[in-house]
């Protein structure tokens, strides 16, 4: 009886795609999805070892650190640290990149991530995830400097997430396409359950915040008033909603049946954009996205395309069934 395609065996074949490849990048997939299951085993767990609830602390967004949130970011820094493949890494929960420690070897990759995006829905129940980007070092074998993180995200050489939901997922891609692996806790592998996963150009539901409808510029308004008038509106169709409130799970759900995420311009503070960081959020997802045949603007820009101004740099993002997006883009085209 054959397992199935590890994660493992797919990683190593879809390697011989590249010519001269030297496998490091395979060793340090590898080590990050070792960190994926600990991280999973300890969300669904997070009940049974107090592992729940408020660290006390704040992180550099300001916002309320959770102790997932901590055990999430060690876990990674420690299963990736000593593997010789990276030159420094960047995480949603630390000011400043972190460095190599001295005696490890430096390798020619960055790894940037949010280590349990969604931390707030941990104590409900409700599915979070990590989100990870992997760029190439500008210079292999030095220590990773802060511009060195800087990079587009067209510059991604693999991005992914992990969901933690009604079951552990692996979804990732290095440029052929979106790829989803499910965990099979009786043997502690990743097996390939979502092969090619696309999403189709048009859609019937949509996610967003709707609290939020008073704080939005004019064309994304109108966008979404169009789709709540619904038949009685210019669409002629109905719509649906669903809101998450972990970016990981909606866009898990548009990968797997199709839809487009908004998470816009907010005139809160026009000195955040977006709620959504652009390093670790918003470029990894776009490239998913892409490469499952979406699209992902901030409504003016292709994301993929933003020259980071900063680590934790924030962004609007609109990602998803391309045929909407591009709406989304033509009504802020029109709105000057
Ligand atoms: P709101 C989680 O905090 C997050 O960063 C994303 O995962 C999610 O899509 C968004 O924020 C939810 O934001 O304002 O609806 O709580």
New binding site residues.
Partial sequence: MHIGTTLSQFIIEETRLYPGASGDFAGLLNDLTISCKFIGAQVYRGALVGALGSAGTDNVQG?VQKKLDIISNEAILKSMDWTGHLAGMASEEMDDPYAIPQNVPRGKYLLLF?PL?????TDVGISVGTIFSVLKAPVAGRDAELADFLQPGVEQVCAGYALYGSSNMLVYSTGYGVNGFTLDPSIGEYILTHSQMRIPEDTSEYAI?M??RRHWQKPVQRYIDELNQGTDGPRQRNFNMR??????A?VHRILCRGGI?L?PFDQRDPKKPG???LLY?ANPMSYLVEQAGGAASTGTTRILDIAPQGLHARVPVILGAKNEVERVVAYHRDSF
């Fill in positions: 916002e949010d995006d969604g931390s707030s829905n915040n609290s939020n809101w998450v409130g972990s970016m990981v909606d995420f998470y709620k959504l960081r959020e």
